[in-house]
């Protein structure tokens, strides 16, 4: 037993939690999960292995059919949900139980990230048990005596989010075996487009809205708290972003001729990305904080009791500083403007003394609850206006160059979210969080947002239910990136505390 | 004959330059020249279809030899010139010319730059005759009743020396068959290396100083004015460079989660460039004007002289508007920024919504004769510096990363020059400018600079002659990027004005 292990039981067997609670299905959890190690990951590693790429619709469709079968055989009632023919569908599950008077929903997306990044150690879709990190080398798990809880098994979408519908398929089955009825009525909702941006997730919802309809949402997507203690959210930021490309000469130009004449794109790109934020991340759009939510006591209480992850963070990012208010969760009560990217010239073998015909630079906002991707959109155009940009949405031509002396072309996002706010302390968001902290032994961390965006906004908001995001991945599970992973401690963790929300939850 | 060559015809016949004189061999060179276009053609293309990227030593080797043979035919006596032994070639040729009391040298390079560029519209060695721009369509010299001389040869150096060399080869021929012979002595100095940055050129000519030697340098190198005026200058910028990368997390972070807190490399880099100059082109490092040279009455003279060519450079290169002063050449009496590239995070398919891990900027500085690379890098430092960057010459590791809030690796380039400067009005200067305003039947253009730079500023320092520039290439050559062209009217015109420098250069 690890020592970290060994503290959680011992904390919940000294009732540390303040609310050890006998109902806990905490300890028949455990021990069936002890025991059916093995089985958890042969399952999950199948699960893993059938390619989720969101833009394949072929591979989507079968992971849907898949995931389908693995429920119907527990019991549940399935359907594969769709806005429209040819859209990736939602697996759709229901499990109805005696005498509960509540229903929840539980939401997870099994599609996946491209995996065309460079640096994958191994094949995103032949999962790769590796050691803990920093070494993770390959590691025979089938016939190592014992599994140490920080190996990971590595594979696309390990954390994101195949890992949330693993924990709650084996929290079905853990409680099953201890013959624990679930508390509460339990839907399942598995959309198939996340990755993508959720283009049809809406019209989805809308059309099913009475199937998929509950008492309360659990998002079980994103990573856990940096501390590697459990957190709960209750709410995301929206999003939107743009890329803008600014331009010079027709062609590249000698600089030695041209460079104190034309104008040059490498520079005016940067000077707009100054125009819109400072080092400290300040963002410097007229208007952009007007309509932010001021942060409540409660919300400053729940930040305040987040531990102190900062300084662990800033060595192993190797950061000498860091930006904006100390605190890192802090920062998710305001707006954030990040610059993806920024480019312009040739660069490496094809770099010349030239001047570049454009540049380009790509940003998003993480929004606050007070404000909408459309009026943000609209203080960006209007600041870039006032500063003397002139904005056109495809190339320019050569007579509208000539009659423009700055010129960018702004293409906004085709995706966007606005943000979503749920109370801490509605009776749900309560049960939730008395729910996990019995499961843990320790006051779960509440984040009144998790610094994330989520396409869920549009859907909470149909659904007219309180939303708590539920983690269970690893901080530094690579989601999005190559050799995303999941840590196999954050698979039992997680299991532990589906099965605690299935079992125990009641409000 | 195009209304442009009848018009320089009777500019001749009227005796427009001033000064007419009738031992111009132009008469001669002219009908020389119609009279063998096509064998021109030929044996200029053969030149070309020789590959020749300067860091292909083998190829530039093959170049040196046949350049060679073909000056040796001609009576020359050659030698293959070479710093050490695996250096790239020198071809030297010398023709002592029996009652010539000056000897001068006459310099271009053979070697030539990568080809590896996107949209070539032909093969790089394989010249390809096209129609005049835009169309550029493929045409069949041989097979056509007439060579327009509009039509450009399309070809990795047709510009960027060759047509310099087979000019002079031409411009020889056409005189021998006129029975008229050169009034100077005549070295060729032929550079290997000079795509490369010069790195061993200026050893090559310190070991073979007395053989260089000469009363004058004719620097064949570069394109000529936009106006297609023959330009002649006196000198060129010095030049140095250096790529600033800066440093943020080690691995890329969600910037939903991190974007308030983690310093962004891409606004640490976008900040960095407007720190070193403004969108004007002013440069804002401190001194970096100090040591500029003031610009003297003939020099301002020189440059109010120079014909309009901003209006439809403007509208060729689809510019709303310029930069700094109105005039271009003025530009080139003060040192220029320019940013050859910036780059930070994915962009395209890898694009995503997180913190970069690192970003870079490159630029390259044009320098006054009175700035030398050495002190710029000094002034460029010392202001990073005091801008609170930490410099490092490698990537840092992880204790530098945390002891230091800003970090810049900064890398100067291997190659940087002095400016050159020679006097307009020496008695050498004059006599170039007399005989290229005989040949052309308008008096030169002078610029006092060119806004490039050339390695051969140290070479001019060791054999202290005076220098004079003397492009006949196209201003839209393409030096260096793909499709690269000489037009034939340049190459003909070039052919005489470099016959009558061989012919009537008295001073």
Do not use: C
């Not at 009475?210 to 501390?227: A, F, K, N, Y």
């Amino acid at each position: 037993m690890k020592a970290r292990d060994l503290m959680t039981a011992l904390a919940i067997a000294l009732g540390a939690a303040g609310a050890a609670d006998a109902a806990s299905p905490k300890a028949a959890v455990h021990a069936w999960r002890v025991a059916h190690e093995r089985e958890i990951l042969a399952d999950f590693s199948t699960l893993l292995s059938k390619p989720n790429v969101a833009t394949t619709l072929a591979d989507v469709d079968a992971n849907a059919v898949y995931i389908s079968g693995l429920l119907e055989k527990r019991g549940f009632a399935t359907q594969l949900l769709r806005a429209d023919p040819g859209t990736p569908a939602s697996v759709f599950a229901e499990l109805k139980v005696p005498g509960a008077t509540r229903t929840v929903v539980f939401y997870a997306h099994y599609d996946g990230q491209p995996i065309s990044q460079k640096g994958w150690i191994s094949t995103p879709f032949e999962p790769s048990m590796r050691t803990a990190l920093p070494e993770a080398k390959p590691v025979d798990w089938k016939a190592a005596a014992t599994l140490d809880p920080d190996w990971r098994l590595f594979a696309r979408s390990a954390g994101d989010d195949k890992g949330s519908i693993q924990a709650l398929i084996s929290a079905f089955d853990a409680l099953k075996a201890a013959g624990i009825a679930p508390s509460v009525n339990i839907k399942l909702l598995y959309e198939g487009e996340e990755e993508q941006g959720s283009p049809h997730f809406a019209k989805l919802v809308a059309k099913h809205l009475e199937t998929v309809r509950g008492d309360l949402l659990i998002m079980g997507d994103g990573p856990m708290h940096q501390s590697g203690k459990q957190e709960i959210n209750f709410g995301n930021r929206g999003i939107t972003g743009f890329k803008a490309t600014v331009y010079g000469p027709l062609k590249p130009l000698h600089d030695g001729h041209y460079g104190s004449w034309a104008p040059s794109p490498t520079v005016m790109i940067a000077g707009l990305v100054m125009s819109l934020r400072d080092d400290s991340g300040h963002i410097l759009i007229p208007g952009i904080y007007d309509e932010v939510t001021p942060v409540s006591a409660a919300d400053k209480a729940a930040l305040a009791a987040l531990p102190d992850v900062e300084t662990g963070l800033k060595q192993t990012l190797g950061l000498g500083r860091n930006i904006g208010p100390g605190r890192l969760a802090d920062g998710y009560m305001t707006p954030t403007l990040n610059v993806r990217a920024i480019h312009g010239g040739d660069d490496g073998p094809n770099a010349a003394n030239a001047i570049a015909t454009e540049a380009n630079a790509s940003f998003d906002f993480r929004l606050d609850p007070g404000e909408t991707p459309a009026k943000v959109r609209a203080l960006t155009e209007a600041y870039l206006t006032k500063q003397g940009w002139f904005i056109v949405r495809a190339t320019p031509d050569l007579a509208t160059r000539l009659a423009h002396p700055k010129i960018v072309k702004v293409e906004w996002d085709e995706g966007s979210s606005i943000a979503t706010e749920s109370p801490m302390d509605g009776p749900a968001a309560k049960a939730v969080a008395a729910s996990i902290s019995r499961t843990v032994g320790y006051p779960v961390l509440k984040l009144p947002f998790s610094g994330a965006s989520s396409g869920m906004a549009e859907i909470v908001n149909q659904l007219k239910a309180p939303m708590v995001g539920v983690s269970i991945a690893n901080y530094d599970d690579n989601q999005h990136a190559q050799n995303e992973n999941l840590r196999l401690g954050n698979l039992w963790d997680g299991i532990e505390v589906y099965a605690g929300l299935l079992a125990d939850l009641n409000w």
